[in-house]
Each structure stands twice: as structure tokens, then as C-alpha cells.
């Protein structure tokens, strides 16, 4: 089997070791035997979207946002291709943002986003700036899954209808609303820096299998030893939740 990644804008949108994720991504693949090409895509440089089976955009501040939208918008039609083709969409923070209606910065900036989906995202006062650890419980395909990460946005997304997880620490989505990221069997988003996926294994198997789909049909991936990982996680819960 063969997964093929596209990153995108990875010399612009790379806030907090969001390059982890697709460190993560194929290494977990290599550990199974699975050939991940991972290519990479910036501003004025022709791929195709369709070609991949799992697009992946990381996060970024204002200035870069504003640097890559017209770029972005210009491949609108060529990332409806691919969805509709059913590669999978994993979008951090700043790319999170950038799939939905606009975003308006910290200097009351509007840039539009590709509208894909009917969220919206406001840049909020300093006072309500989302900052710190967080831990949230996401259900996937039945499966109840808790999280760890590190969230740091001014950015409040509001319209969000179908959400990644609940939070159980921290903010999410907008200043204490207790839920985070948007998913909807194909796209996920989320504020989740850290970087997410070496934080939470689980979360990285599942992107590869619904990537994988694409071509393959349902995939059942080989187990791998993920006891440090999970350590490190259930310690990090323990801080945040307590006995909760």
C-alpha cells in the first residue's frame, strides 16, 4: 500500500511543530510497511490535489495568512476536486480557519476563506485569547478517544455545527465554549497545536485509515507499541484533570 500527502504552504503555515504531524503520519506508516510520499506545495507551485489522499495544511499568525489567501483561493476549485474524490483534509489552527467564510484579524482585517463551510472566525480581544494545555473527548466511529494539546489562537471560530470534541480542560473553538475543532467524516480542523498527533496516536492511525480509504476501501492497520506515547498522554490528562 502507498499513502501519498500533500502539505501545503509548509514554509508559511508551521506554528508550534505542526511539521510533527506529518513526522507522525509517516513514520506510522514506514513502522507498517505502508510507502508514505509526503510532497509539498507553496505559493505559485502547480500540484494537483486530486493526486493525494490526504491534504494537509498546519497553522500560522495573520501575517502569513494574509501572505498565502490569494494563492489559496486560486486552488478553490482544484481542493473541491479532491474532496469530492474523497481525500481526507487534516487543517491546524490558521488552516482550520482559512476552509471556512472569512477571518477577520487582530487589526479588523477581513480575509476571506475558501467557504467550504458556514463557520466563521473573529480575532478577539487580548483579554480572550485562547492559551494553554487542553484536553478534549472526541467520538470517532464509535470509538470515545481522549486528547491532549496546546492551544494559543486569538482567532473565535463561531458557527461550527458539527465539532471535533468536547472540551474537557481549556477553551476550544472560542473563549471557555466547550467544544473544539469541526469535523465531518472527511475535513478535520482543529486548534490543536503541540504538535496534535504525536500527543495522540490514536488520532494519527485514524487519519492514515481514512486516507488510505480512498484507494483501498476499509483498512485495519497493524497495532503498533504505543505505551510511551500513551504514558505520556495519561500523565498529561492527570495534570490538567485531575481525578476527573
Not at 509548509?10 to 510533527?20: A, E, P, R
Not at 513514520?27 to 491534504?55: A, N, P
Not at 490514536?202 to 487519519?207: G, L, P, R, S
Request: include cysteine; glycine fraction near 12%.
Amino acid at each position: 500500500m502507498k499513502m501519498k500527502i500533500l502539505w501545503m504552504y509548509h514554509d508559511l503555515m508551521d506554528l508550534y511543530g505542526d511539521k510533527g504531524n506529518i513526522q507522525v503520519l509517516k513514520r506510522r506508516c514506514e513502522m507498517r510497511g505502508i510507502e508514505c510520499q509526503v510532497d509539498t506545495c507553496s505559493l505559485h507551485e502547480e500540484k494537483d490535489c486530486t493526486d493525494y489522499d490526504l491534504i494537509f495544511i498546519g497553522g500560522g499568525a495573520d501575517k502569513e495568512q494574509g501572505i498565502l489567501v490569494k494563492d489559496l483561493l486560486a486552488r478553490k476549485e482544484n481542493l473541491k476536486q479532491a474532496m469530492d474524490q474523497k481525500s481526507f483534509v487534516l487543517l491546524i489552527c490558521g488552516g482550520y480557519q482559512m476552509f471556512g467564510q472569512y477571518y477577520i484579524d487582530g487589526d479588523g482585517n477581513r480575509i476571506e476563506g475558501l467557504k467550504f463551510f458556514d463557520y466563521y472566525t473573529q480575532s478577539a480581544d487580548h483579554k480572550k485569547r485562547c492559551i494553554g494545555n487542553i484536553v478534549a473527548e472526541c467520538e470517532l466511529e464509535g470509538r470515545k478517544i481522549r486528547l491532549v494539546g496546546f492551544e494559543n489562537h486569538g482567532g473565535q471560530t463561531h458557527g461550527v455545527k458539527t465539532p471535533f470534541a468536547k472540551v474537557l480542560k481549556g477553551h476550544g473553538n472560542t473563549f471557555q465554549n466547550g467544544y473544539e475543532g469541526f469535523y465531518n467524516g472527511q475535513v478535520l480542523g482543529t486548534y490543536m497545536h503541540g504538535p496534535l498527533l504525536p500527543k495522540n496516536p490514536e488520532i494519527a492511525d485514524f487519519i492514515i485509515e481514512k486516507a488510505l480509504a480512498r484507494q483501498y476501501g476499509k483498512v485495519e492497520l497493524v497495532s503498533l507499541n504505543d505505551e510511551i506515547e500513551c504514558k505520556a498522554k495519561e500523565i498529561m490528562i492527570q495534570r490538567c484533570l485531575g481525578g476527573k
